[in-house]
């Protein structure tokens, strides 16, 4: 089993930052790719960014040029780094994980806000 917690969300000001962490324990014996989703209000869940386990990156074009994802293989985490916040960009977080079988695995989810 795999479980992924996320922290660092939170109630952020237009154009300000925040900065996600997802950190992976459990059974993991390689990873294909870990990266950020997000469900805002009335919405259905929508890739935000990804990266494998080789350094590629993939972005939502909503997202271009503000975010920026990472990743840090010896402690299984994965960070995004949110800059130049929009209230749009409210929404629920959530960490996935998929391995190269397949599988594959969310967290709980952390909540952003970006409002004045």
């Known amino acids: 089993q795999v479980q992924l917690v996320e922290s660092g969300g939170g109630l952020v000001q237009p154009g300000g930052s925040l900065r996600l962490s997802c950190a992976a324990s459990?059974?993991?014996?390689?990873?294909?790719?870990m990266g950020w989703y997000r469900q805002r209000p009335g919405k259905e869940r929508e890739l935000v960014a990804t990266m494998s386990s080789g350094g590629s990156t993939n972005y939502a074009d909503s997202v271009k040029g503000r975010f920026t994802i990472s990743r840090d293989n010896a402690k299984n985490t994965v960070y995004l780094q949110m800059n130049s916040l929009k209230p749009e960009d409210t929404a629920v977080y959530y960490c996935?994980?998929?391995?190269?079988?397949?599988?594959?695995?969310w967290g709980q989810g952390t909540q952003v806000t970006v409002s004045s």
């Open positions: 996935n994980l998929v391995r190269p079988s397949g599988s594959s695995y």
């Open positions: 459990g059974t993991i014996a390689s990873i294909n790719a």
